[in-house]
């Protein structure tokens, strides 16, 4: 019913910028809730950014100031604009989207496949 495909990710140099995309498609009504979670290896999944549907915003602290969450409706798609790059923010980033469908009468969380983010000299 609903596929989010997540692109952007790749190798950075320290300091450097990397914009991360969520795009969402098929039969996809609304899109409520969406947070970008990183893991890296040895660790926990871990929360990175929200947004509400109103576009209210969060982030951890680890990236606070440095990270940028954002949606574009029209597209059906979220991004992640990462400033700052530190080694530390090498993770797998997934997105996990809030979407409405006809199927149902409320929204189901949804996961992309991830995008590897390598913050390296």
């Known amino acids: 019913q609903v596929q989010l495909v997540e692109s952007g990710g790749g190798l950075v140099q320290p300091g450097g910028s990397l914009r991360l995309s969520c795009a969402a498609s098929g039969r996809v009504v609304s899109i409520n809730a969406v947070a970008w979670y990183r893991q890296a290896p040895g660790k926990q999944r871990e929360l990175v950014a929200d947004?509400?549907?109103?576009?209210?915003?969060s982030y951890a602290d680890s990236v606070k100031g440095r990270f940028t969450i954002s949606r574009d409706n029209a597209k059906n798609t979220v991004y992640l604009q990462m400033n700052s790059l530190k080694p530390e923010d090498t993770a797998v980033y997934y997105c996990n989207a809030q979407i409405k469908t006809r199927s149902y009468t409320y929204s189901r969380g949804y996961w992309g496949q991830g995008t590897q983010v390598t913050v390296s000299s």
């Open positions: 947004i509400t549907s109103g576009g209210s915003t």
